[in-house]
């Protein structure tokens, strides 16, 4: 099954609360903002996001230039329908991240839990290369994957697993690793995954 019909399937059939990454509130992610003192008119864009809260959380907050981007078309209807007339807010793009074409740069980065779907060294270039095409100089890449503790499998897909080393090689021609940390998340189903957050910052 192609990537773009599996993930139409899942957000067809599960709800938001049946699938392991749901996080009734981002703070993880949301903790970047905050610490790194984003400005409220930078350019975000959050890869494969899905129908996640971080949006809703980052506009209450005041954030005006929001892009979401996600492979299927179902979780995009889905955050539509969820933000009501704040939808009109955001720019939705629906693709696979390995086939954007960005003609903006952008000045945050956010990705967590969709860069480890990607298991094939080439497809993991690809992916580096678009950030560094997209990320502005200076601006910040936070990515957050499985770590090495973590599971090896996700929505019955296989993954890729990470340190702080392998991330650091992925990324290191074009970003500097600024800090790295793992946590545990906890899913709807009480069992727990181990998460690595790494973020850089555009040299």
Not at 13 to 36: C, D, G, R
Not at 49 to 68: K, Q, V, W
Not at 79 to 103: E, H, M
Request: aromatic share 12%; glycine share 4%; proline share 3%.
């Amino acid at each position: 099954m192609e990537r773009k019909e599996h993930w139409e399937n899942v957000f067809s059939t599960k709800t938001e609360k049946e699938v392991s990454w749901y996080q009734e509130s981002p703070k993880t992610s949301l903790n970047y903002f905050h610490k790194l003192n984003i400005p409220k008119d930078a350019k975000i864009i959050d890869i494969g996001g899905g129908d996640s809260y971080l949006i809703d959380a980052l506009l209450d907050l005041g954030y005006t230039n929001l892009t979401l981007l996600d492979i299927s078309a179902g979780a995009i209807e889905r955050i539509k329908k969820r933000l009501g007339d704040k939808a009109t807010q955001v720019t939705f793009i629906v693709s696979d991240v390995l086939d954007f074409k960005p003609d903006t740069t952008y000045d945050f980065w956010h990705d967590r839990a969709s860069f480890h779907f990607l298991t094939e060294p080439i497809q993991i270039a690809e992916y580096a290369a678009i950030v560094a095409s997209a990320v502005a100089k200076n601006g910040n890449l936070v990515i957050g994957t499985f770590s090495v503790n973590g599971p090896m499998k996700c929505s019955g897909l296989d993954i890729t697993q990470y340190d702080e080393a392998k991330l650091k090689a992925v990324f290191e021609k074009d970003f500097d690793l600024i800090e790295s940390f793992t946590e545990d998340h906890k899913t709807p189903f009480n069992t727990t995954q181990n998460f690595i957050f790494c973020n850089f910052k555009k040299k």
